[in-house]
């Protein structure tokens, strides 16, 4: 965690925006505090699991809703790499080559969306990591070490507002705590998500990960958030097939 005064200096902007919503302090308000702070165009968070599906969980604006849903539909970018190697990933500028070849797809569709510079931060306290806390900027943009502090120390608060809602395996609060953070919301679509990789594995005949792929997959390629295919197919008004393109069932009536 980070100094004290840092911290105790974070908290602060983080309560304020809860106070201006007028409700309970919670993880979009980490973000909006975020912003407001740093010299970044938006954030979002993305709750993030290694045994069940990520899914977006805040965003501040229409382009860091899309970078989320574009990495962990695509399944690359500086969030899923910052989650998978548990440190920060810095990205000044997207158009850097080295950056295209190694986020072959995100690179192009984050800029397209209008990103130009994105800041990737791990939640993390010991072994435990809940998800990703994203920053990006319009224009090529580079954070000084005190910026950076600050962004960091954002992503510790927004670790323990994760932790402390306790969330289970299925997304869910415990007790019914936390109603106005948005984790309902969570819980139902990534429980909706992993009915609908296993829907997939006896339509498709493959194993869950491939699953999940092929869902993802059909969502970037239709320009639909993977919460929405994945609502689709379990109720039953898309199907996948081992041999042709997914069709809707209900353009057949």
């Given amino acids: 965690m980070r100094s004290d005064s840092r911290s105790a200096r974070i908290q602060v902007l983080v309560a304020t925006q809860a106070a201006r919503r007028g409700g309970r302090v919670g993880v979009m308000d980490v973000c909006t505090a975020a912003v407001a702070a740093l010299p970044v165009g938006g954030a979002g968070l993305s709750a993030m699991s290694r045994t069940a599906a990520s899914h977006p969980l805040c965003s501040t604006d229409d382009i860091s809703e899309q970078l989320e849903e574009l990495q962990l539909t695509l399944g690359e970018g500086p969030c899923v790499d910052a989650f998978t190697h548990g440190s920060a990933v810095l990205t000044p500028d997207l158009l850097t080559g080295a950056l295209q070849d190694r986020w072959v797809v995100f690179a192009d569709a984050a800029l397209e969306a209008g990103a130009r510079a994105v800041f990737a931060l791990p939640l993390q306290m010991g072994a435990i990591s809940p998800g990703v806390l994203d ?40 007790d019914g705590a936390l109603k106005d953070r948005g984790f309902e919301d969570l819980g139902v679509n990534r429980a909706e998500i992993d009915q609908a990789s296993g829907i997939l594995t006896v339509q498709l005949g493959v194993g869950i990960d491939e699953a999940f792929i092929r869902l993802r997959a059909h969502a970037f390629t239709q320009g639909r958030r993977l919460a929405d295919v994945a609502a689709d197919v379990v109720a039953r008004r898309l199907r996948f097939s081992p041999d042709t393109e997914p069709r809707r069932t209900d353009e057949e009536t």
């Fill in 135 to 174: 920053l990006y900027a319009d224009v090529p943009t580079v954070l000084d070490a005190e910026e950076l502090a600050d962004a960091l120390a954002f992503a510790d608060l927004a670790t323990l507002l994760l932790l402390d809602a306790r969330i289970e395996e299925t997304g869910a609060p415990v």
